[in-house]
């Protein structure tokens, strides 16, 4: 059972949901797809729906009955079923009695809405069953001296057998009297199970006896008025009179969830005919020309640049993604959600729109010069970043002119020794290169010619010599991985004279001093 077969029960739409809950019509949305809880128990609180629902689909939907009497009304009930004194009631509550008689008469009982817990807590009364009345257990007592178990009914143990001929009786004079079993039940502050036990024949003579007279003497009064019947009622008064939830909630100074909660049916036929005449008093708003959401998502958007805010900074202060933003934006917006953005709006302090930021010529200049110099000296990004011990992304931020004038003309000198040294020596590109950056760097790979024969005379003099491969590449100013490469066949004459050259005038060295 989810948020949507809830609304085809009640036969509403997103749009009246979302009215209802006062919520936009994407957060009903996304709840019947994404299966969110949250708003369903919120739909569920505000309708009269039975909760049994979720776990049994096939429970009667809507809740068998609620009282109708005020919260203080039922309090006093209570505790006249207990046979528990203002006194003792009282005394637990931590009031006088002349004060809790007077919370008894108050029709709205302020002080179960502001001591609910605490009221459940001394007296055992359950304090959902006491502001609403919606068919919920009443709670036992917990005072100590009146702590005894609650009084029990006759079970159906002691009355195995089913009285059909005295419900049957009962059921005929009901629907003769034309009365429902809400009516009914209603009529002898019963719920709807139970009046549908007794005229199943779960019922003593003397109480059908007592049940037909009742009947008798309703059936020349009035029929009472459904609640559902009177929250409608209430709603089209309130939507002939042009006023919103909000508005008419202002108007008969309630809260607007309190107000969606007596359309919903929680409401009794007295309440409603105050609420219908003080709307039709009210004066009807002037009416106004048809609302066009693309015209309001449009205008949201001029008063969101005008106050230099951005889709993330608006969602931040409405509490909304940014998503959302831009569907409001596009038009997915109610008149009500469009006042209450350009009311926010306005309220935020107005600032300057920073232009942006368009880097200087000159630096854009430098940065496509580091890259030509780079290109000509035939290194890659990534090379360029180790010769300056930088990652890659800083030498493309550069290139792309995100580099100041001192630092770049350091690197275009660096690459035009690179160049240069290119020029003169074919052999060793990148020697001059690591003495003046203090980086031991690896020969360049390419444009070299294998030659195993040199390397092998290399490998074999370094050996005899008792020579280290890093020793090697301190006196030759590379590094171990350089000598590696050497060694490798990756070397030319010139190279391999001067490594053997090296090797021999150190031998002579390590001979000497031994």
């Not at 809400?182 to 199943?200: G, I, T, Y």
């Amino acid at each position: 059972m989810n948020m949507q077969d809830l609304r085809d029960i009640m036969g509403l739409t997103q749009a009246q949901v979302a009215d209802e809950l006062g919520v936009p019509k994407q957060d009903v949305i996304d709840c019947e797809e994404n299966g969110e809880t949250y708003l369903l128990l919120q739909f569920i609180s505000a309708f009269p729906i039975n909760p049994q629902i979720l776990k049994d689909p096939d429970v009667d939907p809507f809740l068998p009955t609620f009282d109708q009497t005020t919260p203080g009304h039922r309090m006093r009930a209570w505790r006249e079923q207990y046979d528990i004194s203002a006194e003792d009631m009282a005394a637990a509550l931590g009031i006088t009695p002349e004060e809790l008689l007077a919370r008894e008469a108050d029709p709205d009982l302020v002080l179960i809405r502001r001591r609910g817990e605490e009221i459940e807590k001394k007296t055992g009364i359950n304090r959902k069953w006491l502001m609403y009345g919606d068919g919920r257990e009443k709670g036992v007592p917990r005072l100590v001296q009146h702590a005894a178990p609650r009084p029990k009914e006759p079970s159906r143990g002691a009355n195995p057998a089913p009285n059909r001929p005295a419900g049957l009786r009962v059921k005929e004079a009901r629907q003769n009297a034309g009365l429902s079993r809400e009516q009914l039940a209603d009529l002898l502050h019963l719920s709807v199970s139970r009046v549908a036990q007794m005229e199943s024949g779960y019922i003593r003579d003397e109480k059908a006896e007592h049940i037909l007279r009742r009947i008798a003497s309703a059936s020349d009064a009035p029929v009472k008025e459904d609640p559902r019947a009177a929250g409608l009622r209430v709603r089209e008064a309130r939507k002939a009179a042009g006023l919103s939830v909000r508005e008419a909630a202002e108007l008969a100074q309630l809260k607007p969830a309190t107000l969606a909660h007596l359309e919903s049916g929680y409401i009794t036929a007295k309440r409603a005919d105050e609420l219908v005449a003080l709307f039709e008093s009210s004066p009807a708003s002037p009416a106004s020309p048809a609302f066009s959401g693309k015209e309001a998502g449009a205008r949201i958007r001029e008063e969101r640049l005008q106050a230099g805010l951005s889709q993330k900074e608006l969602g931040t202060i409405l509490r909304l993604p940014v998503t959302r933003v831009s569907h409001i934006e596009l038009g997915d917006v109610t008149e009500e959600q469009y006042q209450t953005i350009l009311r926010r709006l306005r309220r935020e302090p107005r600032r300057p729109v920073q232009a942006r930021r368009v880097r200087p010529a000159d630096q854009v200049l430098l940065g496509s010069n580091i890259r030509d110099a780079r290109e000509a000296a035939k290194l890659s990004q990534k090379s360029l970043g180790e010769m300056l011990d930088l990652p890659q992304t800083r030498i493309s931020l550069m290139e792309r002119g995100k580099v100041d004038e001192a630092t770049g003309r350091r690197i275009l000198r660096m690459l035009q020794d690179v160049i240069d040294q290119k020029k003169s020596e074919e052999a060793l590109p990148l020697v001059q290169m690591a003495k003046e950056t203090s980086r031991t760097a690896v020969p360049a790979r390419s444009s070299r010619v294998s030659r195993p024969d040199l390397a092998q005379r290399i490998r074999e003099a370094r050996t005899a010599a008792g020579l280290s491969q890093k020793r090697l590449g301190e006196l030759m100013n590379l590094s171990q991985g350089g000598i590696s490469y050497l060694e490798q066949g990756r070397v030319d004459e010139a190279t391999a004279e001067k490594a053997l050259r090296l090797i021999e005038e150190e031998g002579q060295v390590l001979s000497g001093s031994d």
